[in-house]
């Protein structure tokens, strides 16, 4: 079946390690996204991507990173500079920017 | 900026009909989106709304008024199973042509029996 897979489920970061969320999805979808989730919050943008090797930054992008290497493939990397990275991450994608996204399992990150 | 108001949550009865509003001031807009998210799970796609008038989709419908900043979701017939947030999000022009996505904090629904 097409789909948008995240993996892990739940992972854990000890103080001033990265860490780094695999999204992967197969329905041959230009552009690609990932949100960061809070409880009782929105979704709000970290990067998008709308074509391999090219990427931007959303509204919170600060202490983040990400490749888009593969048109398949957008991992996000959460590094030591992200102070706050327990959330809930979200990653998505669209056949192209105006259509609908598409939403993977997620992955839930917290702090040891 | 963008801002996106939706009321934090909202009660209604099995079998009743429930309208969750959504109101947007945004620089630009290119559309907007309703999203279901069950909790701990990830948000799933209802209805898109670019232009002005009422999108019926089986049990959920939405609207869109572009001049006042408004669209609401309506759905019918409730059933448990429609427990959750929905999410309202109103897509704009984002840099080198592309677009992005600003999502309201959603309206938790509990549908009693």
């Known amino acids: 079946d097409g789909g948008i897979t995240q993996s892990p489920k739940y992972l854990f970061r000890k103080e001033g390690q990265n860490v780094t969320l695999s999204c992967e999805q197969n329905?041959?979808?230009?552009?690609m996204y990932w949100y960061r989730q809070d409880p009782g919050q929105g979704l709000r943008l970290i990067y998008y991507?709308?074509?391999?090797?090219?990427?931007q930054k959303g509204d919170i992008a600060e202490g983040y990173s990400v490749s888009r290497e593969k048109k398949e493939s957008f991992p996000l990397t959460v590094t030591s500079a992200q102070k706050n990275p327990t959330a809930f991450y979200l990653c998505?994608?669209?056949?192209?920017?105006?259509?609908?996204?598409?939403f993977g399992d997620g992955t839930r990150l917290s702090i040891l | 900026g963008q801002n996106i108001d939706q009321p934090t949550e909202m009660t209604a009865t099995e079998g009743a009909i429930v309208q969750i509003n959504c109101t947007y001031q945004?620089?630009?807009?290119?559309?907007l989106f309703w999203y279901q998210q069950h909790a701990g799970e990830a948000p799933t796609f209802l209805s898109y709304?670019?232009?002005?008038g009422l999108e019926e989709k089986g049990r959920f419908s939405s609207f869109l008024s572009r001049s006042k900043g408004y669209s609401y979701l309506l759905l019918k017939e409730l059933q448990m199973k429609d427990s959750a947030s929905y999410l309202c999000?109103?897509?704009?022009?984002?840099?080198?042509?592309?677009?992005?996505?600003?999502f309201g904090k959603g309206t938790k629904l509990s549908v009693i029996p």
């Open positions: 999000a109103v897509r704009s022009p984002g840099g080198a042509g592309s677009y992005q996505l600003t």
């Open positions: 329905l041959n979808h230009d552009a």
């Open positions: 991507s709308q074509i391999v090797n090219d990427f």
């Open positions: 998505a994608s669209s056949s192209r920017a105006a259509q609908p996204q598409h």
């Open positions: 945004t620089s630009g807009f290119n559309g």
């Open positions: 709304n670019v232009l002005d």
